[in-house]
């Protein structure tokens, strides 16, 4: 069984109010804040409650359930003026029916230099927020605005430093993207909400052998390129990132040469991919490792992957498995360290699955999960019969490849239309082609997706999600919706029988806090499924 539950995004916008004052033609600083001559620019921070997992890189902080308190800004204002100058100050945060804001401070007053247009140039350079004071030393960095130049620019439309005109007399509001990360090793993901778009970080690994011209099989020292080829032009996310010199070596107590899987974040797709175009391209180079492998020839591997391809490296436990990339020319298997593999050697691993082939109930192909629903002793990625029913996998009914009934799939129940939206919002899980609405989405437990109005994906709605510890249907809204229709269809394996999961006409609950849906899911689901969902959500104060 797997729970879904459906989370609505609660966006939080903290705006900082700054002030600036011109200077007048006899050179006089107008300082009164009740002039017409004052500015006010409110910069705004994009935050959700549901940031909470991803890779930690460089400075980003750890992710935090805290409340945010403070934000500590570093800014520079009329570069190049006899105005010019530099402003670090820490802000409180208040917030007001479920928005954040920046408390008015006095010395955000930014005078404007340029008498002519009444304008002044102003450069954030550092955006952090607080979950205390941060002149006291336990208070926490629980989100933090990227630098352009870092690791993680790349995945915010508007890096730092991020330079600005204000204009005296009037108000301005700028919107600063930060991202918040957890470090959890391997098992990694994220959600940033910048703008009411979630901006999705999911972790992908890497693991390599190299091949010499005899055919041995080496563990591999390698660096990686990693480019966003979506969209209308690439887009570099790393460059030449070499092999962590922490992450491999050689174990003197086991005589092996050995290498760590090398993790990174990407993004979801965010020019609108659909879950089986290629977007991220790995070029992996190989390197030289001296001790393991004689110098190489300079070769060079590109992996392209698919947003179903990234999820479905999500094992159903929450931890990754790697992408294994062969410097070989050919495709036979290896069992590192310089050594032919020999598939009667109990205690190689041919299939490279950390499982040696004494133990793996399919030595050939990589299966770390050992999945076996008849128990018949042969692995279900490379058992003919699944579920031992004496139908071979590929005469079976849609469906019904995994259900031992050999009756199964002999009828199945369409799932009803979705009733008009009407004066309600139409939504529908991220990634979904509101042109094609027949393509599935694949979704793992551990990756929730968010919800998004028909192909705006400027207003998230919130976020569905699977857990496989449990049998029900949970969706809950925020305070200002509920919802009215759903339709939920769940696939296994594409191809197979469609589980349906319907209701409609659905009322508000009295009780705010209380789930909008609580229903059984039928259906036995795991690790990647497939899903088609689609609702119309309504405010509460149409009712």
Same mark, same amino acid.
């Given at each position: 069984m797997i729970l879904l539950r459906k989370y609505l995004a609660i966006v939080a916008v903290f705006s900082l109010f700054f002030t600036s004052c011109t200077k007048d033609e006899e050179g006089t600083l107008i300082n009164d804040p009740g002039s017409e001559s004052f500015a006010e620019l409110s910069l705004g921070a994009n935050l959700n409650d549901f940031v909470n997992r991803a890779a930690v890189k460089q400075s980003i902080p750890d992710c935090s359930s805290d409340a945010p308190a403070y934000a500590h800004i570093e800014l520079t204002h009329n570069a190049g003026t006899d105005?010019?100058?530099?402003?670090?100050?820490?802000? #409180?945060?208040?917030?007001?029916?479920?928005?954040?804001?920046?408390?008015?401070?006095?010395d955000l007053k930014i005078p404007v230099a340029n008498a002519d247009d009444k304008t002044a140039t102003v450069s954030v350079t550092t955006f952090l927020v607080y979950d205390?004071? #941060?002149?006291?030393?336990?208070?926490?960095?629980?989100?933090?605005? #990227?630098?352009?130049?870092?690791?993680y620019g790349a995945f915010v439309n508007q890096g730092l430093p991020y330079n600005f005109p204000i204009r005296a007399g009037s108000k301005k509001y700028v919107d600063i993207e930060v991202l918040c990360f957890d470090d959890r090793e391997v098992n990694l993901y994220g959600y940033q909400f910048f703008d009411l778009v979630p901006e999705v970080l999911h972790e992908v690994c890497i693991f390599a052998n190299?091949?010499?011209?005899?055919?041995r099989h080496y563990t591999a020292n390698y660096s990686l390129e990693v480019i966003y080829i979506g969209g209308d032009e690439d887009k570099t996310l790393y460059t030449s990132m070499d092999l962590p010199e922490d992450s491999y070596g050689f174990d003197e107590d086991t005589g092996d040469y050995y290498a760590d899987p090398f993790c990174f974040a990407v993004p979801a797709p965010m020019f609108d991919e659909t879950s089986t175009t290629e977007y991220i391209r790995i070029i992996?180079?190989?390197s030289n490792w001296e001790g393991n492998y004689p110098t190489p020839a300079e070769e060079e591997i590109v992996l392209n992957l698919t947003w179903s391809q990234i999820m479905e490296s999500v094992r159903e436990d929450g931890t990754i498995d790697y992408f294994h990339i062969l410097f070989c020319d050919d495709d036979d298997p290896g069992n590192g360290n310089g050594e032919e593999c020999d598939p009667q050697d109990p205690a190689a691993d041919c299939d490279n699955d950390t499982i040696p082939n004494g133990q793996d109930n399919c030595p050939a192909t990589p299966n770390t999960d050992q999945a076996d629903l008849d128990e018949d002793g042969i692995g279900d990625v490379c058992d003919s019969d699944i579920d031992g029913d004496d139908i071979l996998n590929e005469n079976e009914n849609p469906g019904c490849v995994r259900d031992p009934d050999p009756t199964c799939g002999d009828s199945v129940a369409e799932c009803p239309t979705l009733p008009s939206a009407g004066d309600c919002e139409r939504v529908y899980v991220a990634g979904t082609d509101v042109t094609d609405l027949t393509e599935?989405?694949?979704?793992?437990?551990?990756?929730?997706? #968010?919800?998004?109005?028909?192909?705006?994906?400027?207003?998230?709605?919130g976020l569905i999600s699977f857990d496989a510890d449990g049998d029900m249907l949970l969706i809950n809204t925020n305070t200002s919706f509920y919802l009215k229709d759903y339709r939920l269809?769940?696939?296994?394996?594409?191809?197979?029988?469609?589980?349906?999961v319907y209701e409609d006409d659905l009322t508000a609950p009295e009780d705010t806090n209380e789930a909008d849906v609580d229903v059984e899911v039928a259906g036995d689901f795991s690790g990647t499924v497939y899903v088609r969902f689609s609702a119309n959500v309504c405010s509460r104060s149409d009712t």
């Open positions: 105005l010019e100058g530099v402003i670090n100050v820490n802000v #409180p945060i208040l917030s007001e029916d479920g928005s954040f804001f920046t408390d008015y401070d006095e205390g004071d #941060p002149d006291d030393a336990g208070s926490t960095v629980i989100w933090a605005a #990227p630098a352009t130049t870092s690791e190299y091949c010499d011209d005899d055919g992996a180079t190989l599935w989405i694949a979704i793992t437990d551990s990756e929730p997706l #968010p919800i998004f109005i028909g192909n705006n994906t400027t207003v998230a709605l269809e769940i696939v296994d394996e594409l191809g197979d029988a469609i589980t349906c």
